[in-house]
């Protein structure tokens, strides 16, 4: 695993104090972690949200054009890096000041747009990540919005 200059790695600790469940995982056009988007776009490609069988009565309340809150696993995601120099960047910053998947739990959040409901999962737009990424939660989005 290579730095780019000014960068701080870290060391793993020997304990883990969560465990988690993938609740399915999430299909894009995006091959590699280089093909992903910075952000997701509103506009962006349709993924799918494929849910795994068991979890699937709990899609009951979604609705076609409702704001959700996709929780995915950055499962390709370096976890040990503290100082990261984004790139493009001239000085390096802490990991936790950036929306980096190099993190110590490489959790990413994602505001989508449900296009369709189906009997398998949801149709999405606005994620950012690579294909087959681990789901680990959705949430129904209830920011207030702007008028």
Known sequence: MTSRPGETRGRM???????????GRIHTPFVRRADCPRRG?????????????????????IEVGARIEVLYWMHLARR??????????????????????VRP????????????????GLMVRGLDCVDGTPLLDIKPDFRPTEE
């Open 13 to 23: 600790p020997d304990r883990a104090d969560a465990t988690l469940t993938f609740i």
């Open 105 to 120: 739990n490489p959790i990413a959040t994602a505001l989508v747009t449900v296009v369709s409901v189906e009997a398998d």
């Open 41 to 61: 776009r509103p506009d962006g490609p349709l993924c799918r949200l494929l849910v795994d069988t068991a979890w699937r009565p709990a899609l009951e309340g």
């Open 80 to 101: 040990d890096l503290l100082r990261q120099v984004p790139a493009g960047a001239s000085a390096a910053l802490g990991t936790f000041a950036l929306r980096s998947p």
